[in-house]
């Protein structure tokens, strides 16, 4: 009984020893499997890390070849707007010594399709205001939803009188079915694109998460391409739609929200209604074969959509700028489509200005701003643009 005793004993004492020994091997193995495993996680997050930095560049490479600057990534609407440069460069401000204006509108504005920027400089020269300033950001085709988006990408630039001048681009936006409308001119590729990004502009330090969400807009563009208003011309089976003026919320909208932007800020802005001519017997093959009274017949209302529609639709957007200039006491306001009707030596076509027009057309502003100039001016000597 004794030597069983002994025997169990020194059989646990061996049992024992061995268990000790095996755990004592198992945690230098545990050990180094832990160090593995954390190499691999930071292995993965050096390669990962590399990857979006790569990304990251690529990024600012492919917006740069767009007009966006490498170092200032937020500054995303320089690709579609690329006006905004300039003035955020130079900086206008109502304590410098020029009179800044600001021009928001579309080709009739533009200096590629009118006189009206050379001619408000001139008689504004004539009249003794020689040292002003105008940043012209008015673009063809652009409506009053690129105006809105230019103009709060502007939070630095301060600006003595904002001219505003939409309203016949907006007409184009109509011929499209009403469940593909969209108030924001999304149905336009171009408008889904700009307002995708137009939130990034001066917030953020990364391009990398708007160029994913830009990809995904191309991608469902090209996917989806029969959903959206083509670039040229409106699509025959839709220009039947454009008899009804969806347009007119969103145009209510854009003026209203530059309106209240321009109120913060301190602007005086000018509102004008929008001329039009369209002379009795219009029709396409009459102004193709130049027939009518036009001067050099630059644009058929046709890529607006059927011209009574346009005309018609025309008319509800001056409404919505007179009830809006009503409504707004510090607003400038002109009603160019009653000034200038009817003329046919003011236009060459139904919208864009002859020199006569386009000189006419500031004629009618200055009736309304000079007094205004004389209680702002601040400088003198020569005039700079």
């Given at each position: 009984?004794?030597?069983?005793a ?6 646990n004492?061996?049992n ?22 954390y ?24 917006w ?29 401000s ?15 504005l ?14 504004l ?15 063809p ?12 990408a ?32 999304g ?24 160029t ?32 009804t ?12 929200s530059?309106?209240?932007?321009a ?26 074969a ?61 919208c ?30 020569e005039?700079?643009?």
């Amino acid at each position: 009984m004794i030597h069983s005793a002994d025997a169990r004993q020194t059989q646990n004492a061996h049992n024992g020893t061995t268990g000790s020994e095996g755990s004592a091997e198992s945690r230098p193995q545990s050990a180094r499997s832990r160090n593995r495993l954390y190499a691999q996680l930071s292995l993965l997050l050096l390669v990962s890390v590399l990857c979006l930095a790569a990304l990251e560049i690529g990024s600012r490479i492919f917006w740069r070849a767009r007009g966006v600057p490498l170092r200032y990534p937020s500054r995303i609407l320089y690709a579609y707007y690329p006006g905004l440069r300039e003035i955020d460069q130079l900086r206008p401000s109502r304590t410098d010594d020029f009179y800044n204006i600001l021009f928001l509108g579309a080709s009739t504005l533009n200096r590629a399709w009118g006189e009206v920027e050379p001619a408000l400089l001139e008689r504004l020269g004539s009249n003794g205001y020689k040292k002003v300033r105008i940043f012209n950001l008015a673009e063809p085709a652009q409506t009053s939803r690129d105006s809105l988006l230019k103009y709060a990408a502007l939070d630095s630039a301060r600006f003595d009188l904002v001219i505003i001048y939409d309203g016949i681009n907006e007409t184009r936006a109509n011929n499209v079915p009403a469940k593909l409308f969209r108030e924001d001119y999304g149905h336009y590729s171009w408008y889904e694109e700009v307002n995708t990004l137009a939130p990034y502009h001066g917030a953020t330090s990364f391009v990398l998460p708007y160029t994913l969400r830009y990809l995904a807009v191309r991608a469902r563009q090209t996917l989806m391409h029969n959903r959206y208003v083509p670039t040229d011309r409106p699509r025959e089976d839709w220009i039947e739609y454009g008899q009804t003026p969806r347009s007119a919320a969103s145009f209510k909208q854009n003026l209203g929200s530059i309106l209240e932007l321009a109120s913060q800020r301190g602007d005086p802005v000018l509102l004008m209604t929008f001329a039009i001519y369209v002379p009795k017997g219009y029709s396409l093959e009459a102004f193709k074969a130049k027939r009518l009274d036009y001067q050099l017949y630059s644009t058929p209302l046709e890529i607006w959509g059927r011209p009574e529609h346009v005309v018609a639709t025309v008319a509800i957007h001056n409404e919505i700028v007179r009830n809006l200039a009503a409504h707004h006491a510090r607003t400038l306001f002109v009603d160019q489509a009653k000034l200038m009707v009817g003329s046919a030596r003011y236009f060459n076509d139904a919208c864009h200005f002859t020199i006569e027009g386009s000189i006419s057309f500031v004629d009618n502003i200055l009736q309304v701003v000079l007094p205004n100039i004389k209680s702002q001016w601040r400088g003198g000597g020569e005039s700079h643009h």
